[in-house]
Every structure is written in structure tokens, then in C-alpha cells.
Nanobody, 114 residues
Framework: QVQLVESGGGLVQAGGSLRLSCAAS????????LGWYRQAPGKEREWVAG???????NYADSVKGRFTISRDNAKNTVYLQMHSLKPEDTAVYYC????????WGRGTQVTVSS
């Protein structure tokens, strides 16, 4: 298991940007896939984006072209850069890491006002 701590959430107006960070307690070089899910009030958790150990990325259709996931293995951190935010992006964002099983962070709130 790996401990994950998200940061960077907050309140932003529609059309704005935020960058989420997720710091891991183990070396990023030893972690397989990293990624982000989100959960809006009253909705199921939704996968947002993922990045493999080799740097390949994938995105949910709802965020493609607006969000960018990246990782810095030397800093044990995965990022989610979010642009052109919409009110429907409002959710708690959780990062995950695949390291001898999947570990989860506790989440960071993103609120987009219209």
C-alpha cells in the first residue's frame, strides 16, 4: 500500500483552471499506473484520467482536450491540470496508484461556479 495526499482543489469560476497534485509515500519509479477519479454529489465515482509507468495517458471523453495528466517520478507526484472548467466538473477528486494493488487518496474538493 502507498499513502496518497491530494492538494490543489478549490473554488473557481467556470472557464477557469486548477492544477491538482497527488503526492505518494513511495518512489514514483516503483508505481505502475497513476490516475484520477471524481465523485459528484449523488453520483457514482467516475474515472477521469490515467497515466502508465511509461507515460501513456488516457482520458474520459468528458474531460478530453481540457484536462492533462502528468507524473513526476522524481517527486513521487501525479498532476491533473484542468482548464476550461465547467460546473459539471464539480466533484471530489481522488487520485489512485497501482502499487501491489490499488491505493486511494482521501480526495480534494473542486467546485466550479457558473
Amino acid at each position: 500500500q502507498v499513502q496518497l495526499v491530494e492538494s490543489g482543489g478549490g473554488l473557481v469560476q467556470a472557464g477557469g483552471s486548477l492544477r491538482l497534485s497527488c503526492a505518494a509515500s513511495v518512489s514514483g519509479f516503483s508505481i505502475d499506473a497513476l490516475g484520477w477519479y471524481r465523485q459528484a454529489p449523488g453520483k457514482e465515482r467516475e474515472w477521469v484520467a490515467g497515466i502508465t509507468s511509461g507515460g501513456s495517458t488516457n482520458y474520459a471523453d468528458s474531460v478530453k482536450g481540457r484536462f492533462t495528466i502528468s507524473r513526476d517520478n522524481a517527486k513521487n507526484t501525479v498532476y491533473l491540470q484542468m482548464h476550461s472548467l465547467k460546473p459539471e466538473d464539480t466533484a471530489v477528486y481522488y487520485c489512485y496508484a497501482d502499487y501491489y494493488g490499488r491505493s486511494w487518496g482521501r480526495g480534494t474538493q473542486v467546485t466550479v461556479s457558473s
